[in-house]
């Protein structure tokens, strides 16, 4: 029987809600089982990592070398504060008035997430789920983490051009230099892609009846409002290229405490590259990416591969003891959100 013009007849209306639940289960179903992948991917890369690092290598020897790990330590930690000023700068662009000093906890506590407690949620969704608390909407909050990502994208492959260009000698290491040049043309049109379509794309019909199409949408304007504002976008740009750069003078530092003769231009060009593989959602902090993208990179330097495997995993190591900055106040916030959560119960 054919159905009243404008409505769906009711056995088509069942077999839509039939197939969508099914489609539903299986997405469901399909991400229940992706953390446990990942731990599987995670343990094979670490069981053909671990024959190749050597103890007398990766500990740092000497107290130059000591020295020189704990510089990088440092700067690393200056990065994150730097990424802290990029996420409050485009907070900033969006409309939304927050210090970088109260933000501090919040990123801190998200590293902690990211890093500690990989089989949960993210340290971005978390963040953004955190800051929804405290600004009217979740919109802007979701927006925020996303475009502060968005602004790290952009820069990395212009960093690796400039190094290769700086240092033509880099040109020519064959596939480690196609590779590099690859991965920074298809990011920078992937990044330049999302700012068209932010601009030539309307707005979604009846996108506020599902939360991601109403992410999505906040994600887009936000990108306009922030593009359409050229200083707000020198401002957030201008500390990415200073978060950015900071990252690779800490592993650059690292590469010397390892009596490493690499030059900062072959870390200019290579250390974004690594960057941008690494987060490839495969394995649990980028293990194995990153060392196998080093490996790539920089044997044609003369680098072997258990040098290059100890340098992705103190790169690494370094990141997760500053992460553990954030586990007292990932604590404090899990003790306020159950105490704010129980006041609610008795409340009702």
Known sequence: MAGVEGYEPIDNQKATVVVLDRRAKVLAELKSYWPKLRFLLSAIMLVLIIPHIRLSTILPQGKAAIKLLLFATLIALVGILLSILRWQRVLAALGVKRSPLSLVKMYFAALFVSNFLPSTIGGDVARASWLSLQIPGDGDAVASVVLERFSGWLVLPLITLAGLIINPHLLRLGSATRLAVVLALVTLLAMFGCVLFAFWSGPKVGGSRFKVRMYIESIRLG????????????????????????????AFEI?????????????????????ILQVVPVTFGGLGLREGAFILFLRPLGVSTSHAIELGLLVYTINLALSLLGAPAFAMGQRSRQKESSEAEVEC
Do not use: C, G, H
Not at 257 to 272: E, K, Q
């Open 223 to 250: 990108l306009i409002r922030v593009v359409r504002s050229p200083r707000r976008v020198l401002e957030v740009l201008a500390v990415s290229l200073m978060y950015q750069l900071v990252v690779v003078a800490s």
């Open 255 to 275: 590469a010397n405490a390892m009596s490493l003769s690499l030059s900062w231009t072959v870390m200019l060009a290579f250390v974004p590259a690594v960057a």
